[in-house]
């Protein structure tokens, strides 16, 4: 069961005009909330980010934050399965193809729910392999947008090497991943790009900076070099769906000792014990670190 326009209806029956601007032009934005035991994980703060990206692509949010999350307990109990990633995107409607805005059409929105699949135990035991590549994406990365030929044509370099992300620098400067926010460690000093219009607001990380800010973990949000990723201790990535994840290859290259981190093993408690605190505090409350 999926939703489109207004209705519940399976995702054979979904359709979309081909005059949609996403379709033409890629032009809407989406989100992807992780949903554990049938919870919704930082749903607000997931809609605060779909409303601020609806707000600078000036698209017209078709429903409030309470109807918003209606429609996502309301899908999320529709499924089958317990854990979810729950996708949305809002598109800016079918239109004359023209790249000026049109005026007055209504915005196409489109939900699904999948099982969501976290990294299993094995790979976060040993860690993750990650390849580098320059970041050539626009410079909007904090607008979560559909438009994701380069973030996908970036993702694709490290698929081919077999490895689980791509690394993006930009003017020898971390910026995030192709689908994660990244994350250092050098002695015992946690660091990761401040939010600027370089990379995307992410929720996981916002969540790992809380944690570590309860728990006395130092963490710097600066500038972090291509020298400073390549001389780290630990590199994390973050993701909802990857949530923590070390990264123990760059380019085929050790990262520290090779191995996960004794940070990256706290973090990755934190992060699992908060999941536990939210679901036990069910849907409809809000949780801090
Ligand atoms: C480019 C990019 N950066 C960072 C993230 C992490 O964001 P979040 O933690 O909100 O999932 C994502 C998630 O899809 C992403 O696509």
Known sequence: MVFLNGRFLPIEEARVPVLDRGFIFGDGVYELVPVYSRVPFRLDEHLARLERSLGEVRIQNPYG???????????????????????????????????ALPQGIEPTVFMM????????????????????????????????????????LLRQVSAEAG?????????GKLTEASASNVFIVKGGVIA???????????????????????????????EVTEA?????????????????????????????????????????RLY?????????????EAVSA
């Open 272 to 284: 699992q014990d908060f999941k536990e605190k939210v679901m036990r505090a069910g849907k409809r």
């Open 163 to 171: 490895a689980v992300e791509t690394i993006l620098f930009r003017d």
């Open 65 to 99: 934050r309470g109807q918003w999350r209606e429609l996502v307990y309301r899908l999320v109990d529709a499924q089958p399965f317990e854990d979810q990633g729950v996708y949305f995107q809002v598109t800016r409607g079918v239109a004359k193809r023209d790249h």
């Open 228 to 268: 400073e990723v390549r001389g780290a201790d630990e590199v994390w990535v973050t993701s909802s769906s990857k949530e923590v994840l070390a990264v123990v290859t760059l380019d085929g290259a050790p990262v520290g000792s090779g191995r996960p981190g004794p940070v990256f093993g706290r973090m990755h």
């Open 192 to 222: 990761s790009p401040p939010k600027s219009h370089l990379i995307l607001p992410g929720i996981t990380y916002d969540v790992v900076c809380e944690l570590a800010a309860a728990n006395a973990l130092p963490l710097e949000l600066r």
């Open 113 to 152: 729910a999948n099982p969501l699949v976290t990294p299993p135990a094995e790979l976060v035991a040993r860690g993750a392999a990650a390849i580098s590549a320059q970041d050539y994406r626009w410079l909007r990365c904090d607008i979560k947008s559909i438009s994701l030929l380069g973030n996908c």
